[in-house]
């Protein structure tokens, strides 16, 4: 009775949690619906009128990274002032990009555009709050109408993909996406990367299996649940963005840089590699910031080190 007891206290403390953000995440739309109704409101949602809400909701946000996770954020300063396009690794649980999103609008009151994958807008009852927090399908009209507009517009290339089946190695699933290279090409604008630090020691999903791979690929739908919940350090680091240049072509931004077997080095056309490609650029976040192989009592023990405050 007590092996048994303790079995399945385990089970759920590693499931609590991530349902808990669940929980919350309606909970917020609920709220949304409430004030909506209460003020007669019947404006766009990406209008200024619903700022009001998106404080209360970021700050709940932040209230909640602060104090589960220790949430810190680096390098907003590298934001442009106007549009660009924010490429950022995508963890088991996303909650570090929603927590990025809270700090960003109380610290510069900047709605920036999320590209969320199509599963997300079949999900009920949260239509208003996905229109309220700038959340968008990944179609490139769209993304090029919100760059135009002046809007930051973030997407995780691996997206789905990346949060089943990468792994505490931190590895990109990216395939062959380029979309985003395209974007910012045809908008004229440059690429930032980020990267959130100990994001699969907060959250995990079980080691891939061949028959979940299959029901991903011939479904598109997450069927793996996430577990885990367990309060280690989070960092988010914004890097250096990768201008936008009207001289190199889509595939050139996407992978810009070369590899010389001969040296076991990257070179580039020129003196110097003047900047990483986008995958390059989330890949060097991930090695500067990131304990490799992840490892969760790290994590946890970052919460106590003041010496990276």
């Known amino acids: 009775v007590i092996i048994a007891s303790l079995t399945i206290s385990a089970i759920l403390v590693f499931f609590i949690v991530p349902l808990t953000i669940v929980f919350f995440i309606y909970l917020t739309n609920i709220s949304l619906l409430i004030y909506q109704r209460n003020s007669e409101l019947d404006a766009d949602p990406l209008s200024n009128v619903w700022d009001r809400a998106r404080k209360t909701i970021a700050s709940f946000w932040d209230i909640y990274a602060r104090i589960w996770h220790g949430y810190e954020l680096h390098g907003v300063e590298n934001l442009p002032e106007g549009p660009g396009i924010l490429v950022y690794y995508h963890g088991a649980i996303p909650i570090d990009y929603l927590y990025f999103l809270s700090r960003l609008f109380l610290w510069k009151k900047r709605l920036c555009l999320s590209v969320a994958d199509h599963f997300v807008f079949r999900l009920p009852g949260l239509k208003l709050l996905l229109g309220v927090t700038g959340v968008i399908p990944g179609r490139r009209e769209e993304c090029l109408v919100a760059l135009k507009n002046g809007y930051l517009v973030s997407i995780s290339p691996g997206g789905v993909r990346e949060a089943l089946f990468s792994d505490e190695s931190y590895r990109l699933v990216w395939g062959n996406r380029k979309g985003f290279a395209q974007v910012a090409l045809d908008a004229k604008v440059p690429i930032i990367p980020m990267y959130t630090q100990n994001v699969r ?37 914004i890097g250096k963005p990768i201008p936008y240049d009207p001289n190199i072509t889509t595939e050139e931004l996407a992978e810009k840089w070369l590899y010389c077997s001969s040296m076991h080095k990257q070179v580039c056309k020129g003196k110097f590699l003047f900047s990483f490609q986008t995958k390059a650029a989330v890949q060097a976040l991930i090695r500067k910031h990131q304990t490799l192989p992840g490892n969760i009592w790290k994590a946890l023990l970052e919460r106590f080190d003041k010496r990276r405050k």
């Open 201 to 237: 020691e907060g959250y995990r999903m079980f080691k891939e299996r061949r028959f979940f791979r299959q029901l991903y690929e011939s479904t598109r739908l997450p069927f793996i649940p996430p577990y885990g919940g367990l309060p280690v350090k989070f960092r988010t680091y």
